[in-house]
């Protein structure tokens, strides 16, 4: 059984910086797509970023794109979102996923089968 925990959430101010990290149990975490979610209230869950297996290839939403890098550390089980440049609209549960898929990347919702209980970022302005 796989299991994932968000650390690093909480509140900052426009502008700061926050790493967010997800430890993973649970066997072979390198051999698999990983990425970051998010929802705000009453909005859907939206997708942040992805990493390929290898920690070579990555991939980012729009609106977070240039403000957040995604990296893993596969001897650690870990995989972070380093997040810079906050803005209130970031304010958001961020949730780390383990997606089915060994190669490339994965974007959609429906590509990933683990998930995180979530970690509250908010950014006052």
């Known amino acids: 059984q796989v299991q994932l925990v968000e650390s690093g959430g909480g509140l900052v101010q426009a502008g700061a910086s926050l790493r967010l990290s997800c430890a993973a149990s649970?066997?072979?975490?390198?051999?698999?797509?990983m990425g970051w979610f998010r929802q705000a209230p009453g909005k859907e869950r939206e997708f942040v970023a992805t990493?390929?297996?290898?920690?070579?290839?990555?991939y980012y939403g729009d609106s977070v794109k240039g403000r957040f890098t995604i990296f893993r550390d596969n001897a650690k089980t870990t995989v972070y979102l380093q997040m810079t440049s906050l803005k209130p609209e970031d304010t958001a549960v961020y949730y780390c996923?383990?997606?089915?898929?060994?190669?490339?990347?994965?974007?959609?919702?429906?590509?990933?089968?683990?998930w995180g209980q979530g970690t509250q970022v908010t950014v006052s302005s």
């Open positions: 990493i390929s297996r290898g920690g070579v290839n990555t």
């Open positions: 996923a383990r997606s089915s898929r060994t190669v490339g990347v994965a974007i959609a919702y429906g590509d990933y089968d683990y």
């Open positions: 649970g066997r072979a975490f390198g051999s698999y797509v």
